[in-house]
């Protein structure tokens, strides 16, 4: 078969292999994502245990809450598609490959909302309100443009940022 078909097109004893091939990179993905989202969510497990915790007022709070609480799911989210492959239907590929995506992307969404909110949390404590603003709108627009917009624009077009910079092009 191959990359052009959607994992739904597939068939889970036909297309074994593929699925396995597309599974199986999935799940080298997620080892490469896990461990830095595991030392971000660690890291706000201990803010509270910081003497200067108490500083912070009920926004500040809140906003360690919704990046702990994010962060948290998006350690959940990817390890999912691991507890699907170990508690799953082994035979399911498909089901296997589509929710291991789901969630992945799941965990890309919450990921995003800890690491603004953890911005918001540090930047208002140092530099104020309108600083804070600024630089999570920043982060943001990184996160939007290389996380979502970029990958979007390149699915449409079949062509890789890669692939723009080999000569002859």
Same mark, same amino acid.
């Given at each position: ?20 091939r ?42 360690? #809450? ?5 962060? @948290?799911? %998006?350690?959940?989210?990817?390890? *999912? +598609? !691991? =507890?699907?492959? /170990?508690? $799953? ?42 600083a ?6 920043i ?5 939007? #443009? ?5 990958? @979007?624009? %390149?699915?449409?077009?079949?062509? *890789? +940022? !890669? =692939?723009?910079? /080999?000569? $002859?092009?």
């Amino acid at each position: 078969m191959g990359d052009d078909f959607d994992a739904d097109r597939l068939d889970d004893e036909r297309d074994r292999d593929e699925l396995r091939r597309r599974y199986y990179g999935l799940m080298q993905e997620l080892r490469v994502m896990l461990p830095g989202v595991q030392l971000l969510v660690g890291f706000l497990l201990t803010v509270p245990f910081n003497q200067r915790f108490a500083q912070l007022d009920g926004f500040g709070r809140g906003l360690w #809450g919704v990046a702990l609480v994010c962060g @948290l799911l %998006s350690v959940v989210s990817f390890v *999912t +598609p !691991a =507890a699907m492959h /170990r508690f $799953g239907e082994r035979t399911a590929r498909v089901e296997r490959l589509e929710t291991g995506i789901i969630f992945s992307r799941a965990g890309l969404i919450f990921l995003a909302l800890t690491l603004l909110a953890s911005t918001g949390v540090v930047t208002r404590f140092i530099f104020g309100t309108a600083a804070t603003w600024a630089m999570v709108a920043i982060v943001a627009l990184g996160i939007f #443009g290389c996380w979502f917009a970029w990958p @979007l624009a %390149s699915r449409r077009t079949r062509s *890789t +940022p !890669a =692939a723009s910079l /080999r000569p $002859g092009r």
